[in-house]
């Protein structure tokens, strides 16, 4: 079945350091958006790619839609400890697009250390 | 912050007994969606409403029924809880299909013994 594979699962990283993470997947997709959930919180969108080989930012993430339609790329430059959370890739899930049917990745949990 | 609140946040309930969780948007967003979350397995889809009275199974819909009365009101219930079952619930809604942005609720967690 469909799935979106993100790598890596987890990050233990220093506050200040940049981050990268990334998320594959078997078939080709033309949305591909970027959550972030908080402990204790629902996910909130950070970012969304509609365009094969796009990069977007928003503050110190950039997010690029890769130009094979297969994956996408999140980065975080100079990492704070407010940026600790579970990030999720999620895409249009196959037969449920027009619903807005959403598949998501497993996420990358990054805890950040001051 | 897009409008949704669920409700309970928390519940503990036991094996067999009914239970209804509730969405409430104040978006009037045609879409809401009820995923459930789980180590290891991210966020899946139970069901989802494309209107009123319009809704449809998702990834994991077995053991949950689901209701939509009014734009503002999504219910999942499960007929007869099952350990199985414990979860974070979380709601979600949007105003257009076609992997439009969704936006999510607080969640509620579920525990079943």
């Known amino acids: 079945g469909q799935q979106l594979n993100q790598s890596p699962q987890s990050m233990f990283i220093q506050e200040g350091e940049d981050v990268s993470m990334n998320c594959t997947s078997s078939?080709?997709?033309?949305?591909w958006l970027w959550y972030k959930q908080e402990p204790g919180e629902g996910p909130v969108l950070l970012i969304a790619?509609?365009?094969?080989?796009e990069l977007t930012s928003n503050g110190r993430l950039t997010a690029q839609f890769g130009i094979t339609r297969k994956d996408s790329f999140l980065n975080i430059s100079a990492s704070i400890p407010s940026d600790v959370g579970i990030y999720f890739c999620?895409?249009?899930?196959?037969?449920?697009?027009?619903?807005?049917?959403?598949?998501f990745g497993k996420g990358t949990k990054l805890s950040v250390k001051p | 912050d897009a409008g949704i609140t669920q409700s309970p946040r928390h519940k503990v309930t036991e094996t067999g007994t009914p239970v209804t969780l509730r969405c409430h948007q104040t978006?009037?967003?045609?879409?809401m969606y009820w995923y459930r979350q789980d180590p290891g397995h991210g966020l899946r889809l139970i069901h989802y409403?494309?209107?009123?009275?319009?809704?449809d199974k998702g990834e994991v819909s077995d053991g949950y029924s689901v209701s939509r009365s009014k734009t503002e009101d999504f219910l999942l219930t499960l007929e007869s809880a099952t350990s199985s079952q414990t979860s974070v619930y979380f709601c979600?809604?949007?105003?257009?299909?076609?992997?439009?942005?969704?936006?999510f609720g607080p969640g509620t967690r579920l525990t079943v013994l």
């Open positions: 979600a809604i949007s105003d257009r299909g076609g992997a439009a942005t969704q936006y």
């Open positions: 078939s080709i997709f033309n949305t």
């Open positions: 790619l509609y365009k094969a080989g």
């Open positions: 999620a895409g249009p899930l196959r037969g449920g697009g027009s619903q807005g049917n959403l598949i």
């Open positions: 978006e009037n967003h045609r879409y």
């Open positions: 409403s494309y209107g009123v009275k319009d809704t």
